[in-house]
């Protein structure tokens, strides 16, 4: 490719300072993304809703091709496969035998202790129109966004288990950031010894758990759901076994996203609710059976206690000869500057001021 | 004229197409082999070709293209391209004397850079270190592509733009 008389005589002396200006630029650009994302996301979202039709079609042959490499590869091994599937379903009726019998003695439970119900999940089906894996990233583009009530932090299953949550949502498209992915963190449970603990991805095949709470006793085979903790993902979904890893621990997950074409968005509403407002039963000196205090003056109104102050001389005679009137015949109404403020027919009796005087 | 803007914006439009291409949110054999930098090889090539088809603001654009459509941080990739930009255009008589193997050793110097910028990039961000195999799957992948896309870099800019340095 050399060639002695080729002269490179193009200057760069004014790329200089295009290049400068641009670094800086480069690495604004990274401090901005780190203290607020949300322009890039949106770009993101647009991007993806706009490529969307282009990629379902796109996706096919691939997934076609992806597809039967997978079959290929599990071809070889379909008498194995079988035996094992075949101990696996006789061990599975047992314990399918076990979970209704449990299935309604819990329920008999429940109405017997009057527990409060589990909340209520919905879920979204989505198609996975693409999946991508970077160095810095895995991901997974599902073909339902806003308009399909999609929602950022939501979490995405499959029939397996849990695969990721959604992180982005444009509005026919949402991106989903895996359980491996480096940016991944979830609240775990590990089963049974319900230990509290954290799932951290690290770009590898199984993710790592974290933060083990002092004396949890944790093996290899223990089963790791969500825990729920702060209210975005539901509890109790399936996600993986515990693995040993040298001195640590890593969950073998269930799902396989690799795989997956369709995924469940589940839509999670545990919402807060407010405290019950205290009636006059429940402070504290009437619960101990005493007599309320007597509320102070600022609170009562005037009309009943205090001293009124000397009115005007009009407003003084109006009440006494024009309030009865409504109340006991429908006469002629007096002129409106002479009448008084008609009493209020849902107002409590002592609210009345003729009753009162 | 047509054909001088053609061979102008050529360079950039193939780049953005490799970005494309490359963040294609497809998965090759269920994901095993990572996608190749496709963006990064008509930069590297047209920088050492025709650098006035390739100024830096474009190298900057196909990084920031990288950036949004990877899903990854923000500015990432940009700082990775114009650091790899920098550093062939200040050491460019070097990497245009490079031929057959050596000139795949240029690029794979050059990938090396972007993919060390952005693994630092990526550290300091999250403020923890990041696996490393995935980024060699993808330089090596990149490396591996540069051959085949340099072939193919080579006829477009003969059949677009003009002669090459090596038909002088």
Known sequence: ?357 | MISRILGAVTPVLLAMLGVMIANLPVSFLGGIVPAPLLGLMPVYFWCLVRPDLMPPVWAFSVGLLEDILSGGPPGVWTLAFITTYAVIDRQRDVFAGLSGLAAMLGFAVAATIACATAYGVETLYYWRIPPLAPVMGELAMSVFFYLPVAVFLGSVHRRLVGPLRSDF
């Open chain 1, 1 to 357: 490719m050399a060639n002695g008389t080729w002269r490179n005589t193009r200057s760069r002396g004014g790329y200089q300072l295009p290049l400068t200006v641009l670094f800086v630029l480069a690495v604004a650009i990274v401090l901005i993304g780190k203290a607020q994302s949300t322009l890039f996301d949106r770009a993101r979202a647009d991007v993806t809703d706009w490529m969307a039709p282009g990629l379902r079609i796109v996706h096919r042959p691939f997934d076609w091709v992806s597809g039967s490499w997978h079959n290929v590869s599990e071809g070889f091994g379909v008498y194995e496969e079988n035996v094992r599937l075949k101990e696996e379903n006789a061990r599975l009726r047992q314990w399918q035998t076990a979970a209704i019998m449990l299935q309604s003695q819990v329920k008999r439970y429940q109405s017997l202790l009057h527990a409060v119900p589990d909340p209520s999940l919905s879920s979204v089906l989505a198609h996975v129109i693409g999946r991508a894996k970077r160095p810095f990233l895995e991901t997974m583009i599902l073909d339902a966004g806003k308009a399909n009530a999609v929602k950022p932090g939501q979490a995405v299953i499959d029939a397996r288990g849990m695969i990721g949550r959604i992180f982005l949502a444009g509005n026919h498209t949402s991106w989903v950031i895996l359980l491996t992915d480096l940016n991944s963190r979830i609240p775990v449970t590990i089963e049974p010894e319900h230990s509290p603990a954290l799932l951290a991805g690290d770009n590898q095949k199984a993710p790592m758990l974290e933060t083990l709470a002092q004396g949890a006793k944790v093996k290899p085979g223990d089963q790791v759901v969500s825990s729920g903790d702060g209210g975005i993902l539901p509890p109790g979904i399936p996600i993986g076994t515990v693995i040993a890893d040298g001195a640590g621990y890593r969950v073998a997950l269930l799902s396989d996203p690799a795989t997956s074409q369709e995924v469940a968005v589940v839509d999670f509403k545990n919402p807060v609710e407010a405290p019950p407002v205290p009636t006059a039963k429940d402070l504290p000196v009437t619960a101990a059976g005493l007599p309320p205090a007597a509320p102070p003056p600022s609170a009562i109104p005037a009309a009943t206690t205090a001293p009124a102050p000397p009115p005007p001389a009009s407003a003084a005679v109006i009440p006494k000869p024009v309030v009865p009137a409504p109340k006991k015949d429908a006469g002629p109404k007096p002129p409106a500057a002479s009448k008084p403020a008609a009493p209020d027919p849902n107002a409590p009796p002592g609210d009345d001021p003729v009753e009162d005087q």
